[in-house]
């Protein structure tokens, strides 16, 4: 690329030092350092208010740093913002688009504001029309577009002018599993075919999980963990018992399970304790013996692989899935089915025995 | 992962050129312009309102202003009409609903010059305050009303009304971009009214009492409806016109300096 020389960093499509965004005395974003590599899924991932969205507005030139720097497609996003917006896609939250038009117009107006000539014009609204497909919708007011039409649309928009870089800020959030895993594939496929490089929002572990090269897992403004999945987990060890107890019996059971051999780290939760091991199917005996031997009760216990939400409880103390988890009851109780994991390929975090 | 990215492996790579300023205004005024025309219905008060006040002024006080010598009541209401017909109507409702929806901010992420999102908004006002206005001209000639300054007369005329129409736009836009509250924007057109009725909106200035005289001497509409009344009925007047125009000049420099102002200040990335 020829921008490299002005950040000395030919291969990083986004990089970050010391970004810091304050909101009176609250501080959003509170020292994040990044570093995304050209033709990369990078996930951003974390609860609400940990700050993504913030980050991404940072990048996406819509938002000046209180402090740091952040440079994108090679430019430095607060001296040369027209530098960098030529060279992005953005996909903000809510699929913002005008329901007085229609996805067609509206791809049109898109390719206008960058310049496309005529002939571009045209073959990039061709392009586009395709990715979205969504049919003879696309002539159609967006009024009449479903949430998942409209989030392909607003895709398909972000990528009118052919950015090197894609930002989608919680691109699946409210969608239904279907829709969900549309976008999932759409992500994986402008990524392989076209080389965009993604930064992707999400408070979704799956997603995270099952999208992105590499994880940077945020919490409170500031970056807990980064590396790809597979290495946080394979940090977090080999295998994870989940240990469901009464609340009374959670302090006294980590004590004691910090005594057993061959157990690596040992997490409390609300609901229990979480044992990190190198030998899942070997030390969960070893543990309900101690337990039961210190006189404590588990209501369950559970030998799995680590997700995600392990190494985010590792690094900050509480589970993301436990943060929402009234949302999701209330998703269940209504039958909507909003953190439904039948589209998440990946083990999830949720204890196989919560209620 | 190792795919090659250039800027020509993207799908459109190289494709982006810079746009001129009017090319943007274009881009955004088309946009304006096409939801305008999808909207008919919105127009409905603004035609139903001056026609309304137009027939039931007549009907109340021809008879009795035209007393005086000298005054055609129904040339003399025309200005009013047409100042109740396009003082108010904006995109601001439009300009709110994009900031809250957020498509301003994905307007923002583009290369497009911040000032054109309200500049080309405001071409969709013109188009409308004209054909607004040429409804209520022709309202006019059906009632007998006719200009005696002739085909260009009328020009100016409507010029006058679309530079007032434009003017006042400022009010709104600044209201959506300082709240971006569509509730707030509606009651923007609360201020319509003392620009509209203190003056000399039913009888003239020297038929009104004092203190009401004196508060339509400072209202820029005063003048406004002078000038526009000059070109009805008294011919080509260089001082009336000058006074309405710098009315409107005057208006209009308060007004984009606070729109603009507030575009600017919501757009700030700060």
């Known amino acids: 690329m020829p921008e490299a020389a002005q950040t000395g960093s030919g291969d990083l499509a986004i990089s970050a030092r010391g970004l810091v965004r304050t909101f009176g005395s609250k501080r959003a974003v509170d020292g994040v350092d990044l570093e995304v590599n050209s033709g990369e899924i990078y996930g951003f991932l974390g609860p609400n208010g940990a700050g993504k969205s913030t980050t991404v507005l940072m990048l996406c030139t819509l938002l000046k740093p209180t402090a740091g720097q952040a440079s994108v497609a090679g430019h430095d996003v607060v ?26 117009e509206i791809l049109d107006l898109q390719a206008r504001l960058y ?38 649309v607003d895709l398909a928009a972000s990528l009118i002018h052919g950015p090197e870089v894609l930002f989608l800020d919680e691109p699946t959030t409210g969608l239904d599993p279907v829709s969900r895993a549309q ?121 799995r692989t680590p997700s995600l939400d392990d190494v985010f409880l590792l690094a900050t103390g509480y589970r993301m899935s436990a943060l929402d988890s009234s949302a999701e009851d209330g998703a269940a109780a209504t039958g909507s089915g909003l953190q439904a994991s039948g589209a998440a390929p990946a083990a999830t975090a949720r204890e196989g025995s919560r209620s | 992962m190792s795919v090659q990215v250039s800027a020509s492996g993207a799908p459109g790579g190289g494709m982006v050129r810079p746009v001129g300023i009017v090319t943007d205004i274009a881009t955004v005024a088309r946009r304006s312009v096409r939801s305008l025309l999808r909207e008919p219905e919105a127009m409905a008060p603004a035609l139903i309102i001056p026609t ?72 969709a006002d013109i188009v409308l305050a004209a054909a607004l206005s040429l409804v209520v001209i022709a309202m006019g000639f059906v009632f007998g009303v006719r200009f005696g300054t002739g085909l260009l007369g009328i020009l100016v005329f409507l010029a006058l009304a679309v530079a007032w129409s434009l003017s006042f736009t400022g009010f ?62 008294e011919g080509w007047d260089a001082s009336s016109l000058g006074k309405g125009i710098a009315a409107i000049a005057g208006l209009g420099a308060v007004t984009f300096t606070m729109a603009f102002r507030s575009l600017a200040r919501r757009v700030a990335t700060g």
């Open chain 1, 79 to 104: 001296s040369s913002p027209g530098e960098v917006r030529i060279r992005i896609g953005v996909a903000l939250q809510e699929a913002a688009l005008d329901e007085r038009q229609t996805g067609r």
């Open chain 1, 115 to 152: 310049g496309l000539s005529a002939a571009d014009r045209a073959a990039s609204i061709a392009r586009a029309v395709d990715l979205a497909d969504i049919g003879e919708a696309i002539d159609a007011r967006i009024k009449t577009y479903s949430g998942g039409m409209r989030r392909r």
């Open chain 1, 183 to 303: 976008v999932w594939d759409e992500v994986r496929r402008l990524n392989r075919e076209l080389g965009v490089t993604v930064f992707l929002t999400t408070q979704y572990l799956e997603e995270a999980d099952a999208l992105a090269d590499r994880v940077a897992i945020i919490d409170g403004g500031r970056i807990v963990e980064q590396g790809s999945p597979s290495e946080l987990k394979r940090a977090v060890g080999a295998d994870v018992i989940v240990v469901d107890l009464p609340a009374e019996a959670i302090a006294p059971a980590a004590e004691v399970a910090g005594t057993v051999p061959r157990v690596d780290a040992v997490t409390r939760g609300r609901r229990g304790i979480t044992i990190a091991t190198a030998d899942g199917a070997a030390v969960v005996g070893s543990v309900a013996v101690a337990l039961s031997a210190a006189g404590l009760h588990p209501r369950s216990l559970t030998v």
């Open chain 2, 52 to 123: 309304f006040f137009f027939i039931v002024n007549i009907g109340a006080l021809e008879s009795f202003v035209e007393r005086t010598p000298g005054i055609d009541y129904r040339a003399f209401q025309i200005p009013v009409a047409i100042i109740f017909a396009v003082t108010g109507i904006s995109r601001a409702s439009v300009l709110v609903i994009d900031i809250q929806t957020g498509y301003l901010s994905r307007m923002l992420v583009t290369p497009v010059r911040r000032s054109t999102l309200l500049v080309g908004m405001m071409v």
């Open chain 2, 172 to 233: 709104p836009y600044t209201v959506a971009l300082r709240t971006g509250n569509p509730a707030a924007v509606n009651s923007s057109f609360l201020i319509f009214f003392p620009f509209a009725f203190l003056t000399p909106a039913y009888v003239p200035r020297d038929l009104m009492t004092g203190w009401m005289q004196t508060v339509a001497a400072w209202n820029p509409v005063t003048y406004l409806l002078e000038a526009m009344r000059s070109l009805l009925s």
